[in-house]
């Protein structure tokens, strides 16, 4: 069986006849006076049960893929939907005397600006895409062990390291069974060779799973012009500052004080990342490649 086909439904009965049997052999008198006793049963009811035939196979790994860009594509759509929600810009206002300083501090309303409450779904939207991602990286590992080796191996996992020395004393350990050449192409793709996506994956996933949901928010930015202030009406003291070059992001928050990122930045360089890497094992089987649109925010 060619171990890159899909696996296989192997169809087998299971029936009640051991219990119409003993209902054959029952003492009449158990029946009661009113059940008529019969000689055999009247009905034999049976049951198509598929059994999954366990063969590793590549092919097993893309739907994970494309399934976390369509998420992914579903939370870009949710955040233009609630960006298209804005129809004005804040009001900023300054006090006159603090217009000369490098930065002077502004005030503004926004809760009229921002409309929405709640970044729940996006936030949910978040988490499905790492679930995905994460899977679909160990399952990687999990088929190319069981093809490399010709025997399901156990406690495989897609590795990630910021150092080498801890991928050589600790990571290939969860490479049980994979071939040289594969851990090389594994190994090229660990943060201490300078890739990022793998570390955003391990950082985020981790989080994702074992503690919190990621905070995702659409942000907008802006431009103030100083040096095009009006007279505030009601105190001559302060101005209002005039504010266009709106755009709006949707951005993913870490927890750990880190800055800001694009989603873009952070999960669709993910899909990228770990696309790239199932194409070369596709490649190498003879098998079509993933072929994913980047959509960006």
């Given at each position: 069986?060619?171990?890159h086909?899909?696996p296989g ?5 299971t029936s009640?006849?051991?219990?119409c ?6 003492p ?11 000689d ?16 590793p196979?590549l092919m ?14 579903d939370l870009l759509?949710t ?12 009001t900023?206002t300054?006090?006159?005397a603090?217009l ?7 005030t ?12 729940v ?8 895409i ?8 160990d399952?990687?590992i999990y ?40 851990r090389?192409?594994?190994e090229?793709v ?14 985020l996933?981790n ?5 919190y949901l990621?905070e ?6 802006y431009r103030i ?30 927890r750990n004080?880190?800055p800001?990122?694009e989603v873009?930045?952070?999960?669709g360089d993910?899909?990228s990342g ?10 190498e ?8 649109e980047?959509?960006?925010?």
């Amino acid at each position: 069986m060619d171990r890159h086909n899909q696996p296989g439904l192997e169809l087998f009965d299971t029936s009640s006849a051991s219990l119409c049997a003993a209902m054959r052999s029952k003492p009449a008198h158990d029946l009661g006076k009113d059940v008529p006793v019969v000689d055999g049963p009247r009905y034999l009811y049976s049951e198509l049960v598929p059994r999954v035939v366990g063969d590793p196979s590549l092919m097993l790994v893309p739907p994970r893929l494309v399934r976390a860009a369509q998420r992914y594509g579903d939370l870009l759509a949710t955040f233009e939907k609630m960006t298209g929600e804005i129809n004005k810009a804040p009001t900023m206002t300054a006090r006159l005397a603090d217009l000369d300083k490098p930065n002077p501090p502004l005030t503004f309303d926004a809760e009229d600006v921002l409309p929405w409450r709640s970044c729940v779904e996006l936030r949910m939207l978040v988490s499905e895409i790492l679930h995905h991602l994460r899977v679909a990286a160990d399952h990687l590992i999990y088929n190319v062990a069981w093809i490399d080796s010709g025997t399901e191996q156990k406690r495989t996992q897609f590795p990630v390291y910021a150092k080498r020395s801890d991928f050589r004393s600790h990571g290939l350990r969860m490479l049980p069974g994979v071939n040289a050449t594969h851990r090389g192409w594994i190994e090229a793709v660990q943060p201490y060779n300078g890739v990022n996506w793998t570390a955003s994956l391990a950082y985020l996933s981790n989080n994702d799973k074992h503690n919190y949901l990621h905070e995702v928010v659409p942000t907008l930015s802006y431009r103030i012009d100083l040096h095009a202030a009006v007279p505030h009406e009601a105190d001559p003291e302060v101005v209002s500052l005039p504010v266009d070059d709106l755009a709006t992001h949707v951005r993913l928050i870490r927890r750990n004080g880190g800055p800001y990122r694009e989603v873009d930045a952070e999960i669709g360089d993910i899909i990228s990342g770990l696309a790239d890497l199932v194409n070369q094992f596709l490649r190498e089987a003879g098998i079509s490649e993933v072929k994913l649109e980047r959509n960006k925010p």
